[in-house]
């Protein structure tokens, strides 16, 4: 049972140019979703989240954009950067109010010099 | 301020054997978490523990795995007689508080692998 989905698995662009990861979620009682970035060899980095009291968060070049309606998020890079370049998991928190996070299958998201 | 610190990097266990796998949390930090990712899947999250105590384990398989983090020490999940399908990475992830969120910290993994 995947409660949260992203269903491109990779992403290629080129540098400068908007990335645009996409999220799904299937249950309603998530209200906090986080976005992070893993490197081959590493562990995951927080990189930006999102309350679901909002509908917009930016962070420099990162904005996350939720529908609640639509049970939908994405994930905005503008400008993408070949530094950018990593596996993106969308997760979003439980209902236990812990750091028990159900993630995404990620997306690799590959930016062209 | 040394992060979450994992070890082994890389296991290689025979089927049949056990793999302890370690994890010391970021200084100040008394809640650890252990997620594990499948071949082309994301993280899977496994138990929740806090200092001499577990929260939650309820994606924990029912046989073979076990957690711990004693009062002393860092956390250890334990899989006795590994099975090909226990081939993975598995990461732990520590945090100051109870709500995890954007403070959760994980560490760069343990490759299990089974021969």
Partial sequence: DQQVKQNSPSLSVQE??????????TNSMFDYFLWYKKYPAEGPTFLISISSIKDKNEDGRF??????SA??????????????SAVYFCAALGTSNT??????????????? | NAGVMQNPRHLVRRRGQ???LRCSPMKGHSHVYWYRQLPEEGLKFMVYLQKENIIDESGMPKERFSAEFPK?????????QV??????AYFCASSPSRQGGEKLFFGSGTQLSVL
């Fill in chain 1, 16 to 25: 400068g140019r908007i990335s645009i990861l996409n999220c799904d979620y």
């Fill in chain 1, 63 to 68: 904005t996350v954009f939720l529908n609640k």
């Fill in chain 1, 99 to 113: 750091g028990k996070l159900i993630f995404g299958q990620g997306t690799t998201l590959q930016v062209k010099p």
């Fill in chain 1, 71 to 84: 049970k939908h998020l994405s994930l905005h890079i503008v400008p993408s950067q070949p530094g950018d």
């Fill in chain 2, 83 to 88: 099975v090909r399908g226990d081939s993975a």
């Fill in chain 2, 18 to 20: 056990e793999a302890r």
């Fill in chain 2, 72 to 80: 002393e020490g860092p956390s250890i999940l334990r899989i006795q």
